[in-house]
């Protein structure tokens, strides 16, 4: 069982910069794959990033490629979002979640609660 918990998230103005964090409960952290999905008002969750259980091969919906990048520390039980030139269209409900490295978000098993980022122009 993993649960997770993220933070970071906040108001900022077009082309600033903010980390999103997820800390995440449960021995077996560092066996699952970890993504960030986001969910914006009135749209469907749309899958963002993801990273292996090694840190190695992260990849990232071509919206965020470039100004987005995800980490984690195995020993912190933590992954993270940096996320620069933040755009108004990047405001959305931020998602952790653990499972299977996919860009499907039905290959996830744990989610956290959502932290929101609100990006002004």
């Known amino acids: 069982q993993v649960q997770l918990v993220e933070s970071g998230g906040g108001l900022v103005k077009a082309g600033g910069s903010l980390r999103l964090s997820c800390a995440a409960s449960?021995?077996?952290?560092?066996?699952?794959?970890m993504g960030w999905f986001r969910q914006a008002p009135g749209k469907e969750r749309e899958f963002v990033t993801a990273?292996?259980?090694?840190?190695?091969?992260?990849y990232y919906a071509d919206s965020v490629k470039g100004r987005f990048t995800i980490s984690r520390d195995n020993a912190k039980n933590t992954v993270y979002l940096q996320m620069n030139s933040l755009k108004p269209e990047d405001t959305a409900v931020y998602y952790c979640?653990?499972?299977?490295?996919?860009?499907?978000?039905?290959?996830?098993?744990?989610w956290g609660q959502g932290t929101l980022v609100t990006v002004s122009s």
């Open positions: 979640t653990a499972g299977f490295l996919s860009v499907m978000a039905s290959a996830y098993n744990y």
């Open positions: 449960g021995r077996t952290f560092s066996r699952h794959a």
């Open positions: 990273i292996s259980w090694s840190g190695g091969n992260p």
